[in-house]
């Protein structure tokens, strides 16, 4: 069975700290990894990953894929209380027409 | 510049009653999905559709019927809603699968 397992479900940390949020996944005939930021309401995408070892960055996030390895990581740097929301990770797959989605980490910013 | 609608944003429903649930893109995008998310689980794929006149099942799709007549809708039947429906749904929309989804703002869905 394809599955997303991200880690941790939930974090908590104080404004300027680094978070390192993780995206394991085994699906078969994988093509790319995105990651989604959920606050109240629809999830808007952050970064879709398909080539090992590239990193990807938007301001202070960055996000790199590991193909051999079965892992993506989402960094974030100096965090501040507008990074709180639930972090998605998904997979799609060749031959498949679908996202496979991940339970997603909760991160809380305290000021 | 709309990108994915949904309608309505919320809703409470008896059970055994039925609605539909709307969604509508103005990006040409062939790929339309449907979610659900309940609290603290991640997104589960009802149905899907390639383009219109196709659609297909996804991993939970019991108690639910789409349809696809244009590219533009995808709309989500509940026809005897159950407790078990209550959730947040929503509509989603890509290029192609291997795309960024582009995602409506949600229905909160309550069936009491």
């Known amino acids: 069975e394809d599955k997303v397992v991200q880690s941790p479900l939930s974090l908590v940390v104080h404004e300027g700290d680094t978070v390192t949020l993780n995206c394991s996944y085994e699906v078969t005939n994988f093509r790319s990894l995105l990651w989604y930021k959920q606050e109240k309401k629809a999830p808007t995408f952050l970064f879709m990953l398909?080539?090992?070892?590239i990193e990807k960055k938007s301001g202070r996030l960055s996000s790199i894929l590991d193909k051999k390895e079965l892992f993506s990581i989402l960094n974030i740097t100096a965090t501040q209380t507008g990074d709180s929301a639930v972090y998605l990770c998904a997979t799609t797959q060749g031959g498949s027409e679908k996202l496979v989605f991940g339970k997603g980490t909760k991160l809380t910013v305290n000021p | 510049n709309a990108g994915v609608t949904q309608t309505p944003k919320f809703r409470i429903l008896k059970i055994g009653q039925s609605m539909t649930l709307q969604c509508t893109q103005d990006m040409n995008h062939n790929y339309m999905y449907w979610y659900r998310q309940d609290p603290g689980m991640g997104l589960k794929l009802i149905y899907y559709?390639?383009?219109?006149?196709?659609?297909d099942k996804g991993e939970v799709p019991n108690g639910y019927n789409v349809s696809r007549s244009t590219t533009e809708d995808f709309p989500l039947r509940l026809e005897l809603a159950a407790p078990s429906q209550t959730s947040v749904y929503f509509c989603?929309?890509?290029?192609?699968?291997?795309?960024?989804?582009?995602f409506g703002q949600g229905t909160r869905l309550t069936v009491v």
């Open positions: 989603a929309s890509s290029f192609h699968t291997n795309t960024e989804a582009f």
């Open positions: 559709s390639v383009g219109a006149g196709i659609t």
């Open positions: 398909t080539s090992s070892g």
